[in-house]
């Protein structure tokens, strides 16, 4: 007959005790996640540093036009304008395709008049 301790030919012969110590080393082993490090988001961010060489390089690219956002940077005071014009047209753009589909539906009817 197989000891208390042992359970693996029946399990309803093994002791309670013995069970529920087999339970908690399974869940203790099945939660041992190795420690990944430390989080790339927590770490604080370096400084940026710059040197003449980039402030020169930046500077030319200015200069000549180089660059595609500085072309297209629009100054803060008209930033609520831009915002609003993208806005009304999003909005007619969105109205134009419920247009073009409501004509599509009467046309093919399957929207009855």
Not at 101 to 112: C, D, I, L, Q, R
């Amino acid at each position: 007959m197989p000891d208390a301790d042992s359970h693996a030919d029946h399990p309803l012969s093994a002791s309670p005790q013995s069970v529920a110590a087999d339970i908690a080393h399974d869940q203790a082993a099945s939660t041992d996640v190795p420690d990944p490090g430390p989080v790339p988001g927590a770490q604080p961010l370096a400084p940026e540093t710059r040197d003449a060489a980039g402030d020169a390089a930046d500077a030319a690219a200015v200069a000549t036009g180089g660059s595609a956002a500085v072309a297209t940077a629009v100054p803060p005071e008209l930033m609520p304008f831009k915002e609003l014009l993208q806005l009304m047209g999003a909005i007619i753009f969105v109205m134009v395709l419920l247009a073009i589909g409501w004509a599509g539906a009467h046309a093919s009817g399957v929207w009855p008049e």
